[in-house]
């Protein structure tokens, strides 16, 4: 059973940066197609990126550009950076794993596997 824990969540002010660390344990997340979701307050759970097995990556629109994921294989850890970081950006994240990433990387019924998420609350 693979689980994800993540971390680095915060406050932080508008146009600043925090990195936020997926770690897996019970499988390896080079393994997988990984991504991170987001869900603000009264809002449903929004995607943000995905990495796939290859290493491409694919973003939102909202956050393309700012953000960044990779994965530390040597760690087996999934990051996502976030720059200039916007008051909507304000959210409960989450990352989450899927067995094979298909044609719909976005939704978030393609994962199988899920982190408990880190709040990341963005003020001006």
């Known amino acids: 059973q693979v689980q994800l824990m993540e971390s680095g969540g915060g406050s932080v002010q508008v146009g600043g940066s925090l990195t936020l660390s997926c770690a897996a344990s019970g499988g390896t997340l080079g393994n997988f197609c990984v991504g991170w979701f987001r869900q603000a307050a009264g809002n449903e759970r929004a995607w943000v990126a995905t990495?796939?097995?290859?290493?491409?990556?694919t973003y939102a629109d909202s956050v393309k550009g700012r953000f960044t994921t990779a994965v530390d294989n040597a760690k087996n850890t999934l990051y996502l950076q976030m720059n200039s970081l916007k008051p909507e950006d304000t959210a409960m994240y989450a990352c989450?794993?899927?067995?094979?990433?298909?044609?719909?990387?976005?939704?978030?019924?393609?994962?199988?596997?899920w982190g408990r998420g880190t709040q990341v609350t963005v003020s001006s």
């Open positions: 990495i796939t097995h290859e290493g491409s990556t």
């Open positions: 989450a794993a899927a067995w094979s990433c298909g044609d719909y990387v976005s939704s978030p019924y393609l994962y199988n596997y």
